[in-house]
């Protein structure tokens, strides 16, 4: 078992940066594939990146390539999400999960473990 917590959300301009966190704590994370998603108001929870067990995989809808990173530090068990030219339709709950699959999973049912959220309000 892993627990998540996430760190990292506030509120920026659009325009701005910011760089979320997950730390993982109990098993290590590299056991386990790794996505971000997020959820905004009234909305389904949307699929905004993900990296296979191995690392070697990554994965990046449309609406986020170009602007969006993940990346991992194994010394540290935690997960990155570096976020660039924020908009405000990227204002949501950023959620970490982990699934015990090899591959990247884009839908949230194939994900075993998530951490609390952390809000990310970006202003017009």
């Known amino acids: 078992q892993v627990q998540l917590v996430e760190s990292g959300g506030g509120l920026v301009q659009a325009g701005g940066s910011l760089r979320l966190s997950c730390a993982a704590s109990?098993?290590?994370?590299?056991?386990?594939?790794m996505g971000w998603f997020r959820q905004a108001p009234g909305k389904e929870r949307e699929f905004v990146t993900g990296i296979s067990r191995n690392g070697g995989s990554v994965y990046y809808p449309d609406f986020v390539k170009g602007r969006f990173t993940i990346s991992t530090d194994n010394a540290k068990n935690t997960v990155y999400l570096q976020m660039n030219s924020l908009k405000p339709e990227d204002t949501a709950v950023y959620y970490c999960?982990?699934?015990?699959?090899?591959?990247?999973?884009?839908?949230?049912?194939?994900?075993?473990?998530w951490g609390q959220g952390t809000q990310v309000t970006v202003s017009s």
């Open positions: 109990g098993r290590t994370f590299s056991q386990y594939a």
């Open positions: 999960a982990a699934a015990t699959t090899t591959t990247v999973n884009i839908i949230p049912v194939s994900y075993d473990y």
